[in-house]
């Protein structure tokens, strides 16, 4: 079946450090690849993007790079600030263009100062 | 502009009751998905709509139902609740229906006693 899986669960780091997060994808149908920032009690936000078209993408301090022929991708944040303290979730599409996401785990940032 | 609105915000129930959440998409946008997120997890999709068509279904039972109306906002509905349908309920919404990007409303926690 449909499937994300997301390392790691938890991740931390010092400001001003790089963080990675790797997600794999089960589907080789899915095209659409988006990345979300949960911070506690608040809605999902999306942060950032990618289809399947494209290899990378980077929105300033963010980027995201996709690897379809290993059905994984990645997001990585440079330059960490405590604001970045958050959960962030990766997600797939899922087959048939139904709007569906499958989302991974999630992963818990920790941006020490 | 306002964001995606959700309604209420938080709500307990009883075994067995039913309930029905409420969601604004942003304006402009024609399409609405429904999520349920379990503390600690990610997103799981139940539906999603598109010009008051049903285009996704995720695997959940049929106690769970949509629809969406004239004005683009949608409904979900949840019968005979269940001790295991506790979660935070999520509304996203996209331009479009298919793989368009979705944002994420501040969703509603049900309780269920």
């Known amino acids: 079946g449909e499937n994300v899986e997301q390392h790691p669960s938890t991740l931390s780091v010092q400001e001003g450090d790089s963080a990675v997060i790797k997600c794999t994808y089960s589907?080789?149908?899915?095209?659409?690849f988006p990345w979300y920032k949960q911070e506690l009690g608040k809605r999902p936000q999306l942060i950032i993007d990618i289809r399947s078209n494209v290899g990378e993408k980077k929105d300033q301090r963010i980027a995201v790079t996709l690897n379809k022929t290993a059905k994984h991708f990645s997001l990585h944040i440079t330059e960490t600030q405590p604001e970045d303290s958050a959960v962030y979730f990766c997600a797939a599409s899922g087959a048939s263009n139904t709007g569906k996401l499958i989302f991974g785990q999630g992963t818990t940032l920790q941006v020490k100062p | 502009d306002a964001g995606v609105t959700q309604s209420p915000t938080h709500l307990i129930k009883t075994r067995g009751q039913q309930v029905t959440l409420r969601c604004s998409p942003i304006s402009g946008h024609k399409s609405v998905s429904w999520y349920q997120q379990v503390l600690g997890q990610g997103p799981q999709f139940i539906f999603q709509y598109y010009e008051k068509e049903e285009r996704g279904r995720g695997n959940f039972p049929d106690r769970f139902s949509a629809r969406q109306f004239p004005n683009y906002s949608s409904e979900l509905n949840v019968n005979a609740l269940l001790l295991g349908d506790s979660a935070l309920y999520l509304c996203a919404s996209s331009l479009e229906g298919g793989n368009q990007p979705q944002h994420f409303g501040d969703g509603t926690r049900l309780s269920i006693l």
């Open positions: 589907d080789s149908a899915s095209n659409y």
